[in-house]
Structures are given as structure tokens and as C-alpha cells.
């Protein structure tokens, strides 16, 4: 661990001290071990990154170039995704396990190889492989190119802020207990902040994450929502936060006393010390708006002034209801595109593609289930299915038989999306192999995201890998092609790459797709993905080699 510790702060120190005004390569070592950990009273071991709980920081400059060499040491298949990371050409870097690679096994090493072009501000990262990110998972923070600012006022301090989720159990465990019954797999025993639950639960001394401000400065504040299904909010006791970026994307700035954040996505908040000198609680607990059950308790972590006594208690701040619909649907009217000269929102105008998808929850018979049935998902009734062998190495090699390009542009049949769920349980159909949809390079597409009550209506949010894209409108209710377009926002619409699909309602979303490779879509909510709530584009290559996916690593690893 300290041998570790002391290895990240020389690479970082080199990265740092070795960066002129162009571009540097930075280079981290991640070992995957098994360490044995202790929260809320139980010790486990649970899988890590170099033995830290949340993982390492990645620093790195716009522009840079990262060498992050992955070694496995644990007894689990692994792959690490970066989580926004556009990997232009690039999708062997990318990470989701069976779609652009084979994972790394036990005493394999592989190398991911990446340039971070064109993006600056939060992101994240995360093992991509079942539910192993409960604990494999940590923050990137890609700062602006030398010489170039924020287009906010200057923060004086800034820090990360991870939300996750604790089980008690093993995590890999508990999946598989809810496979073998065919129900939601139980539902976590603590939150997080920064992997510290905090005093409202047991054996809190060494498990609250402490942040010490100075009266009348201004700090950045990285949140991160790395729980597995949960949406939270989060909020400060006593302090306003100013929003000014999401998912790596500037906003237009608006004040706030709460932040919605779903799982995937990232906010960065302008937070001014300036209320009297005390302790105050900073909180994290979900929003749920479905009648699906929750872990509804609170995390919460501590913000304190310089000089102050910890005997002092903190208050909590006042959080929007479990179930405040109206308090999210606000929230997310308000975030908008800062859409500036430097920083454009290039929305596309015109749409070469129009694609309509319907999320649906279900229960599927299940004979060896304890059960007699199981709960599933799909789009457009299709539930994805995992290949054994990864999609890009079988798109960039030619393999017939991995995959077919026939997913549907819209539902087999209209109905009701959501209406009362007389509907419920529409023949899911599940192929032997996964069905993917072709895009041809460089054309713009509008993707419909649209809830059904099948089952339940719930809120979904939805991650494309490879790409932003503009969400330009969102609604309750079934997605009206005549009337709701006229509605979009076209102008400053939020760009990001996990939008919150609205319970029983829909989102619209708009990219070009200029990134070729294999691309990940899928719900970040774990359960759901696991239900098969997920699918991938197909991009083609560009006009020439320059526009065409790059040829694999030679490290990638072999299935
Ligand atoms: Cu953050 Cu495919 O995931």
C-alpha cells in the first residue's frame, strides 16, 4: 500500500513535472488485489485498485496521453471502462468486458492507451464486468490545457466526491443470490462519500469523510455518482451550490440548494464558505419516484471550518423527498449548455436517423429459477445478450457469426407505452446472439428514449459509450412525433453521456456519429444491465484510414 501510494505520487509528480505546453504522457500502475476492509462494524474483503478504497485519482491535462497499465492479482476477470472518455478511433481502450475487449484474467496485464483530446472537467472510472465496480472505481480529473481557464470564477480549492453504494455481503454474491431467484438482488446496507458511510451509521469513528474550508473561499466540488442504482441528491448544510458542469461539459450556471445526480454521471458545483464558522453535513440519499424498494438511507460526510472543534454537531441539510418528482424534473429544466464561442454546443440540426427505443422491465418463466420466473429487461422487447467473444475484435476482424446488425429502429408494435400496464409482459425475445444497430459514419442521429409501464414505469438513465450528445427534450408520458419536436431545444440543450430517462416519460438525445468502433449503450442502473437493459452501435469506418478504427493493441487481451 505505501509502496503503492509512494509510486502514484512520483508518476504524478513526473506527469507534472514534465509538462510543458504540449502534450505529456502519463503513465499509472493499477493492480487489481483483494484487501480486506471494514464499514459499518463488518470486515470483508473486497476488490480494489492498489489496495485503495475508493481507487486512485486520475490527474491529467487536455491533451495528454495515458498509458494505465491494469494488472490483475485477484481471482476475477477485469476490465476498467473511463467513463465519458471519447477514445476517438480508439474503442480498445474503452473497456466494457465482451463489447470492445476480452477481460484481463488472473496474472494477465493489459495496457489501456489513450489520448484525452478535446474534453476537460469530472469524469470517472470503473470495472466493467458484472457488478465488480461496487468497489473498483474512482475519479478522473482532466484539467484544462495549459494557459486556458475556467470559464467560472477561479475556485481557491477544489475536491472529489464519490457517492457509492455498501453491501455488507459480497457483492458478487448477493448478484448471483438474485439470479438464483429471479428477483432484484437485495438492496445495499449503506452510501457513501468518498467510500465512508458517516455517523448516521454504526462504527462511524474511522468511516466519515471530513473536508476543513476557510471562511470566504471558494471551492470546486467533483461529484460523482459511482453508486450501482441509486440516483441521489446531494446537498450542503446551509450552503447554496452554483452548478457549473456536467459530465466534462461547462453549464450555464445556476444556483441550487440541491444536485441530482444519476449513477454515470458527474456535476461540478462552485461552493462559497461563507456562513458562519461551524460543521455542517454534507448528505447523499436516493430519489425514487417508482414503487420499487430502495436503500433509503442517508450518507453524509463533513464540511468543517478552519479552527473549529470537532465536538461541534453538525446539522443535516434539508434533501428533496424520496419521491420528489417535481424537485428532478425542475432540476433538469435547468441544465443547459454553456454554449459559448470557445466552447460551442454544435447540436445537429438536420437528422439522418431517427431511432424510437422502448425500455421495458418483465418476467420472464424460468424453470431453474427458485422462483419459477425471472425478472428481465429489454429495448424494443430485445433482451441483450452477452457474446463470448468481444463485439469490436469480431466488427474489426470480419468474424461472421458474433453478432447481427438487425436491431430495430422502433418498437414490433405501438402501444400505449405508459398506460395502465394492461400490456404488461410483451414476448421478450432473446436471441442466441446479440443484436446490434449499424450507424453509418458521420450521421446525425435522434435517439427516442421512451419508459414503459411494462412491469413498472421507472426512471433509467441511459450511457452511450464513444460520444456526448445533446439531450434536446424530455417529457411525462409517450413521445408525441408530431408535436413534441417542435419543442426541442436546438440551441443550448445539456451535452453529457448519461441522461435520467424520467419515470413513465421520455428523452431525446441527438449526436453525430463521427467516432467509429463498437459503442455501448446501456442503463446505470447495474441491476437493470444485468436484466439485459443494454445494446450497442455499430459505427461504421470513415471514408478513409485516417477516419477508421485504429488497429488493436497488442496487449489486448485474448479471450
Ligand atoms: Cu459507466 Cu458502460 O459504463
New binding site residues.
Partial sequence: MFHWTIRLFLVCLVGYVSTPATAAVKKYQFDIQVKNISRLCHEKPIVTVNGMFPGPTIYVREGDRLLINVTNFAQYNMSI?W?GLKQYRNGWADG?AYVTQCPVQTGQSYTYDFNVTGQRGTLWW?A?ISWLRATVYGAIVIMPKQGTSYPFPQPDFEFNLLLGEWWNDDVETVVKQGNKLGLPPKTSDAHTINGKPGPLFPCPEKHTYAVEVEQGKTYLLRIINAALNDELFFAVAGHNMTVVEIDAIYTKPFSTNAVLIAP?QTTNVLLRANQAPGRYFMAARPFMDAPISVDNKTATAILQYKGIQNTVIPSLPQLPALNDSAFALNYNAKLRSLNSPIFPANVPLKVDRHLFYTIGLGVNPCPTCQNGTQLTASLNNITFVMPQTALLQAHYFNLKGVFTTDFPDRPPMPFNYTGAPLTANLQTTQSNRPRLSKIAFNSTVELVLQDTNLLSVESHPF?L?GYNFFVVGSGIGNFDPKNDPAKFNLVDPPERN?VGVPTGGWTAIRFRADNPGVW?M?C?LEVHTGWGLKTAFVVEDGPDADHSVLPPPKDLPPC
Fill in positions: 471502462h467513463h466494457p470503473h466493467h454515470g450511457h459509450h448519461t455501448f446501456h446505470h
